[in-house]
């Protein structure tokens, strides 16, 4: 039988083999205009019954036969001549076969016999063409979206560049000849030798397309033009990048299946409502306050129907909260349309005379965030609405965005992103032109930060501000960041409202399906310059004369529903009157507003965390030590494997010996201290979560908090998780290597309830500029600006080690820089002065020289009445230092933080007798106080350090200073003068001594980098600024 098969495949031509294994469907052919059913023949199992002779011992006789004919077909009887010609030619076995000629009409039967080798199909020229029509129609979904009409202006860029040929939309609108040009634009192959006779021809359609429907064949003429319909109409998709067969089909499905996009009187009644509230809003804001900046919506006014089909489709799947991040361009539309804000508080933004808000000093109106609950009309379901605040920096809330919903997610136990859902608005110059947005794109599938699937809007005016694409991009589309992560890109005319709102369902339906990210880059125009009163004729002449020609969309998609019978002109007009009269009544109600309430404007209230009026429920601050017997519990759970058969590397079983040592003997280090904390709040019910670069071990391998499985890959034990039964969960993961991204994530997480620390740890001090933009934007003047409170906690590495200018210095000179206390007022004291400092300020900046201390300031974050962002500087050599440990005596119950730690030693006993008191901070207080004991100076020099920055310890400095009257003041730092804390410190202990002594300075020259590259420079400096710190005499005679 082996030898049978191996014989009948032999029989085939090699070509037509190989190709005819991949057809294993019924395939249609054209036979004189006539449709039939090919069916393939050339398969190894082909029955043996079709051909009785083909079987036992006959298989050698045919086999001898086939290659005596191969030699010379005139070797073998007519017959065999024949049978093997047709199966040369394709025919199966039984069809392949005649009966020989009768012996006396040759001639005739002769004929008859081979007529049959004519008749049969060309199966290579077939099977060419088939895959012809294959790639014609991958051609059309790879490249269709280049030759679609996307662009409303007719333009495609600013730069006017030729519009493509007009679209194919009937069957004999082209001849063959602009067809074949047409298709020159979608394959390098042109017609992929197809020719016009084709054209008639009934191809069967592959698995890979739908735009058959329920027809499995079709002619190509048609199958181009439903091509056509389906990829170069209105819409653009971009989608075969994708390598996933699954999600290609689905998107295939939903664009090539006739009469996908059908919208029922009801569906058309409601986008039309929707584009008057969207236009006229926009022209109300116009009529009233011609000369404001409002970053209006003209030219894209169908994003709001967009938006609102997302969040439609969206509540229908199941979700219940959207939280938003947008730029300043049609904001207060989203606002008014989407948000659902009271129009009057809108509008009473732009009156002059407001006063200014009633805490903070406030943001422009295009800026300004919101939280709204309501029920869905068309959904009828509830749904939060939460709208971010966020500066001018284009795209910077992207990442803040993602944490808040992380956290949303995380707290009601969404673990697969089906109740809460993220939607990102972009503009085309700044997606295509920001990393932030590259960055977060890249947290989208992390274990630790993905949100499962976020829906990208993008707003592409085809220009930003005054930069034409050509000059503003380097690819394509201004979407194709997007294809890194491979999220679906949906492009589509933003003056087809219907194809608007088609997408976006799509694009709300993939994500449900899928929850991976996708994007709708709605292609538009901006109808004023970049903002109302910028004059755009100076940069885009053009693109500007083509504008002021453009009919408005509303009128566009008025005129067609009219002419659809759908409404009548009178409906219409009076649905624009009618919502023309509600704006002219919130106007009217607007002249009442007196003054702006910052807090009607809140993106998270946190309801039960302050009164009614949102003030502190106290202004005292609780004692942040814990008991012993939980100082002892959460030591062992840190010192020990909580899990069975769990094999840890080596050295950690020494590192966790030594952290048994420690707990035995009463003390702390760095890592410890830290546990403690965190350990206490989870078992509290606070949940912690720390993340950054590496932070589950710790950039110096001193924290440990994941451990691996030495034997089993993935396998992992994180401790802390193993506290109490009913502890909060910890969370600690390694970010992506961002720091931008990851620190505007954890931002966002902090800002969603106040019952959480959540820590971000920069691998080095100085990593955190890269994330400046949050830093200066966000977390200094957040409150300010927004009313909103956040208690994130930044972890910066930081300490003149020896290593470079690179991992020295955190920059603590720009924190202080940017704190809100005023240098030169010594504040009023009062009773809980301490607590009224921290809610007074913008941000507590502290440099801990204790593992206890460390222990207490974050333990402080949560146990302080309110919230504030906390910048510590965090030690590195101290991590090991055998002097930076802590008794459990300054950990227990009872104890707090220490704002600064005096002298303890023998100056504090004989204060009269000081010469010197040196005030510090953080590391250089241990370098310090081993120089004073080299010298046999403790009676001659005081040793304060300074743990709290900011806000500055007044009353506790003042209290020191005025115990050594005798003294003089300096202030002593390991970081350049120019750099570290001196200029920040040297006028508040003036102002705190009322300038009647000098504060003197001793440290680093300064300098323009961080710190020295040679090792031998760094001991040399460091032992310059400590001689001049113990030498008496050094500031004598000066001024």
């Avoid at 000629?101 to 005739?108: D, E, K």
């Avoid at 004729?537 to 009128?555: D, H």
């Avoid at 730690?901 to 040196?918: F, N, Q």
Wanted: hydrophobic letters at 35%; a negative charge; glycine letters at 6%.
């Amino acid at each position: 039988m082996h030898r049978l098969r191996t014989t009948v495949a032999r029989l085939r031509p090699i070509t037509a083999a190989q190709t005819a294994k991949s057809l294993s469907q019924p395939r249609p052919m054209a036979v004189d205009g006539a449709l039939r059913t090919f069916q393939p023949m050339r398969r190894l199992n082909a029955s043996v019954a079709a051909e009785p002779f083909l079987n036992g011992t006959s298989s050698n006789y045919v086999e001898e036969m086939y290659y005596a004919w191969l030699e010379n077909p005139r070797n073998v009887h007519k017959s065999w001549d024949i049978f093997f010609r047709n199966a040369n030619a394709g025919a199966p076995p039984g069809a392949a076969y005649q009966s020989p000629p009768p012996l006396g009409g040759t001639a005739q039967g002769l004929a008859n016999a081979r007529a049959l080798v004519g008749a049969q199909p060309n199966v290579e020229k077939l099977v060419e063409d088939h895959l012809a029509v294959q790639s014609l129609i991958r051609a059309y979904q790879i490249r269709g979206h280049h030759v679609a009409q996307l662009d409303p202006l007719g333009i495609m860029a600013a730069d006017l560049e030729p519009t493509p040929s007009d679209l194919i939309t009937s069957h004999d609108k082209l001849e063959f000849s602009d067809y074949k040009e047409r298709l020159c634009n979608l394959a390098a192959g042109g017609f992929y030798g197809l020719d016009e006779s084709d054209l008639d021809k009934v191809f069967r359609l592959p698995t890979t397309t739908f735009i058959g429907g329920n027809e499995s064949a079709l002619p190509l003429r048609e199958i181009i033009r439903r091509l056509e319909m389906a990829y170069c109409q209105h819409i653009g998709v971009e989608f075969m990048f994708i390598n996933d067969l699954e999600q290609c089909q689905w998107i295939r499905q939903k664009f090539e299946r006739p009469g996908v996009m059908q919208f029922s009187l009801e569906e058309k009644r409601t986008l039309l409502a929707r584009m008057i509230r969207s236009t006229r809003f926009e022209e109300f804001l116009q009529r009233k306050w011609s000369s404001e900046k409002r970053f209006g919506l003209e030219g894209c006014e169908s994003l709001i129907p967009a938006l609102k089909a997302i969040i439609d489709k969206s509540s229908e799947s199941g979700v219940e909260s959207v939280i938003m991040g947008m730029p300043h361009r049609g904001r207060l539309n989203v606002l008014a349309n989407v948000i659902r804000k009271e129009l009057e508080q809108i509008f009473c933004q732009f009156d002059s005379k407001l006063e200014a808000a009633d805490e903070g000093s406030g943001d422009v109106k295009y800026h300004l965030g919101m939280y709204h609950r309501r029920i869905n009309r068309v959904t009828d379901r509830n749904i939060t609405l939460s709208l971010m605040a966020n500066p001018s920096h284009l795209e910077a809330v992207d990442p803040v965005v993602q944490g808040k919903t992380k956290a949303e997610q995380f707290y009601c136990g969404d673990t697969e992103g089906k109740r809460v859902m993220s939607i990102l608005l972009h503009g085309d110059a700044a997606f295509a032109g920001q990393g932030i947005v590259y960055e977060t794109f890249h947290l989208s599938d992390l274990p630790s930060y993905t949100t499962h699937g976020t829906i990208h809007v993008v707003v592409n005016n085809q220009i930003g501000f005054t930069t034409d694409p050509r000059m503003a991009r380097s690819s394509p589309y201004p979407t194709d960041v997007a294809r890194v992560v491979n999220a679906p890109i949906f492009h589509v005319n933003a003056d087809d409202p219907e194809a608007v709102m088609y997408v976006c369902k799509v694009a709300a339906e993939w994500r449900n399906t899928f929850h991976k990210d996708v994007v709708v880059d709605l292609v538009c125009y901006r109808r004023n310059g970049h903002n109302e009163m910028d004059e755009p004729m100076f940069t885009q002449p053009l693109m500007y004369k083509q504008i002021k020609k453009q009919k408005g969309v509303l009128k566009k998609y008025a005129d067609k529903v009219i002419a659809e019978g759908l409404v009548t002109r009178q409906e219409f007009e009076e649905e624009v009157a009618e919502y023309d009269k509600i704006c002219e009544e919130a106007y009217a109600r607007s002249k009442d507003e007196k003054i702006l309430h910052i807090k009607h404007w809140l993106d998270s209230p946190w309801p039960d965390f302050f009164t009614l009026d949102g003030q502190p429920k106290s202004m005292s601050c609780p004692s942040t030590g814990i008991s012993e017997e939980d100082l002892s519990h959460i030591g062992n759970i840190a010192s020990t494997v909580p899990v069975e058969d769990f094999t840890i590397h080596g050295g950690l079983s020494r590192i966790l010996k030594g952290r048994a040592n420690m707990v035995s003997q009463r003390v702390c280090d760095w890592a410890l201290g830290e546990y403690m904390a965190f350990g206490s709040l989870l078992k509290e019910g606070i949940h912690v979560r720390l993340s950054g670069q590496d932070v589950e071990r710790g950039t110096f391998s001193h924290r440990h908090h994941v451990l691996h499985d030495q034997n089993v890959d993935k396998r992992i034990c994180i401790p802390m998780n193993h506290i109490a039964p009913d502890q909060a969960p910890y969370t600690v993961c390694n970010s992506s290597l961002s720091e931008y991204g990851v620190l505007g994530f954890e931002l966002g997480f902090a800002m969603t309830s106040p019952n959480a620390l959540v820590l971000w740890e920069a691998q080095f001090g100085d990593f955190h500029n890269t994330a400046q933009c949050i830093i200066d934007q966000f977390i200094s003047p957040g409150q300010a600006k927004w009313v909103r409170q956040n208690g994130i906690v930044l972890l910066l590495p930081h300490g003149m080690e020896g290593m470079g200018p690179e991992h020295s210095s955190a920059r603590p000179e720009r924190f202080l820089q940017m704190c809100n206390d005023d240098p030169d007022v010594f504040p009023k004291l009062s009773e809980d002065f301490a607590v009224q400092q921290l809610y007074d300020c913008n941000w507590i900046v502290v440099n801990c020289s204790t593992p206890a201390n460390f222990f207490h300031v974050l333990r402080r974050q949560i146990q302080q009445p309110f919230r504030k962002p906390l910048i510590i500087f965090t030690p590195k050599s101290l991590l090991r230092h055998p002097e930076a440990k802590s008794s459990f005596d300054d950990m227990v119950s009872g104890t707090h933080f220490k704002r600064i730690i005096p002298d303890d030693g023998p100056a504090c006993a004989s204060p009269e007798k000081v010469k010197r008191v040196i005030f510090c901070t953080g590391k250089v207080y241990y370098e310090l106080t081993r120089e004073r004991k080299t010298r046999g100076m403790e009676d001659a020099v005081a040793i304060i350090r300074i743990e709290q920055l900011s806000p500055f310890p007044f009353d506790l400095v003042k209290i020191e200073t005025d115990r050594y009257l005798n003294a003089d003041l300096v202030w002593c730092q390991e970081e350049h003068k120019n750099q570290g804390y001196y200029d920040y410190v040297k006028p508040r202990i003036r102002t705190t001594i009322d300038r009647t002594r000098p504060v003197w300075y001793a440290g680093r020259e300064p300098a323009a980098a961080p710190a020295t590259g040679n090792k031998q420079t760094h001991l040399l400096e460091l032992q310059r600024f400590l001689d001049t710190a113990f030498n008496l005499e050094a500031f004598s005679g000066k001024q």
